[in-house]
């Protein structure tokens, strides 16, 4: 829109008709981020109405991080915006690029800084580097809710950790249940071996283990070809 009013002299008759550079500036932007904030309450209503396990905590504590990663990547999105808007001459090539840069600055940066993290031999290097990326508010937004989900996931791997040291500690449940499987376990053997010695040797008739014959329905007409 800025590069359109640019293309088509709308800015600079406006700046002829005595509007400051500061207050054309200032209400591009508060109309820019007001625009921003309906799609971001419908995201976050959305992860409510979902029950996002990664942004929404019964606390609160995380979804309220989510709220301010959104607010400030809107406040920084926009100016972000703006400065690019001056490399481009036509504003259909300017939405174009600006939409794919911020992909790109959000989605590649991130899994380019995610994978070296994880290599010894990046580390280091990444270190630095995040750093300048940061400079670029798709990849700030992108990181910032990796951080959110992650320390949630690791809150949770700590509570079922906690969960599995209780369940296995010396004495636990884990060792009750054991013990008594030691001596059940056993007995039920013992007494499906003995039926299985004594009851074809009972005088019923012949047994196939626990199947009487003299019980088995058996058909007058044999199956004729």
Known sequence: FVVRERQQKSK????????SVVAY????????????????????????????????????????AV????????LASAPFTYC?????KRHTTA????????????????????IMAFLPSTQKINGKLVYLYRAFPGFCFSHALLQISTQQ????AKERRGERRLWAEPGGSHDRLVAVLARVLPMGVGVLAALM???????????????????????EDRLRV
């Open 12 to 19: 600079h008759q406006q700046l002829v008709s005595g509007v």
């Open 25 to 64: 500036w200032t209400s591009t932007f508060v109309w820019d981020f007001i625009s921003y904030l309906i799609p971001t309450a419908f995201a976050l209503v959305l992860m409510l109405a979902f029950d996002v396990k990664a942004f929404v905590t019964s606390e609160g504590a995380t979804f309220f």
């Open 67 to 74: 709220i301010v990663t959104f607010v400030l990547y809107g």
């Open 84 to 88: 690019l808007s001056f490399l481009f």
């Open 95 to 114: 939405q174009t690029m600006c939409i794919a840069l911020n992909m790109l600055f959000g989605v590649l940066l991130l899994l380019v800084s995610f």
């Open 197 to 219: 010695v004594i009851t074809p040797l009972s005088p019923r008739g012949e047994i196939s283990f626990l199947l009487d014959r003299n019980k088995v329905a058996v058909i």
């Open 153 to 156: 996931l690791v809150q949770e």
